[in-house]
């Protein structure tokens, strides 16, 4: 009987440690060391000896891996950042620069009250109907209104509606973004960024490669 992870649950292999993300609960935790070869071979859909079975055993039933109908697809993530993009000198409107604190003041509100699963299952509502033209001309246009909103909003400790709102904006001009979550160990940290293939939006390749992504939307 096939051993998964639950559906909500994703998760990065940094090393030794496997970290996880329940997106039910938007929580973090990491799986206990003695678990991690079996956890990990669980992922690579190899076959587990009874002992190892049995070192999974109180992660089975406990939201994290499920048995049967276990959730075995394959996570995917958009290629890894190999450019931020450049914004030009020219500043942005003062409509587009409100649009942007009005997205992003949406997205902090939203991201206080209302379930993270719920915020993600509406990125991916909104990434089906998109239908990409003149990519690169909007994202830059997006992308300087917000970063001009920083200005106005904070933007230390705010990645996540940050790229909730950066997201929204994007796909709601045709422009197929995903909306990353990494993670890093040594000690614990998590960030959230806004790709276009392999461009980074409004932040810097660098920073972001520092963390290994858990989800992806």
Not at 10 to 32: E, K
Not at 170 to 194: D, K, Q, Y
């Amino acid at each position: 009987m096939a051993l998964g992870l639950q559906r909500d649950i994703h998760c990065a292999i940094i090393g030794d440690d496997v970290i996880l993300l329940d997106t039910n609960d938007s929580r973090y935790r990491a799986v206990p060391r003695q678990m991690s070869p079996a956890f990990q071979r669980m992922l690579r859909g190899l076959s587990l000896s009874a002992a190892e079975r049995d070192a999974l055993s109180p992660l089975v039933g406990s939201a994290v891996i499920e048995t049967p109908e276990a959730d075995t697809r394959p996570r995917s993530f958009p290629p890894r950042p190999n450019f931020a993009l450049q914004e030009d000198q020219r500043p942005a409107s003062t409509m587009a620069i409100a649009k942007a604190c009005t997205h992003r003041i949406v997205a902090l509100t939203q991201v206080k009250a209302r379930p993270f699963r719920e915020l993600l299952e509406g990125i991916q509502r909104d990434k089906g109907q998109i239908n990409p033209a003149n990519v690169h001309t909007r994202t830059e246009a997006i992308a300087k209104a917000f970063t001009s909103s920083c200005t106005w909003l904070a933007r230390s400790d705010q990645c996540l509606p940050m790229s909730i709102a950066l997201t929204r904006a994007l796909l709601r001009e045709n422009i197929p973004a995903t909306m990353v979550i990494g993670v890093a160990t040594g000690p614990f940290s998590a960030h959230c960024w806004v790709q276009v293939g392999d461009l980074v939006i409004c932040d810097q390749v660098d920073s972001v490669n520092r963390y290994t992504p858990i989800l992806a939307i």
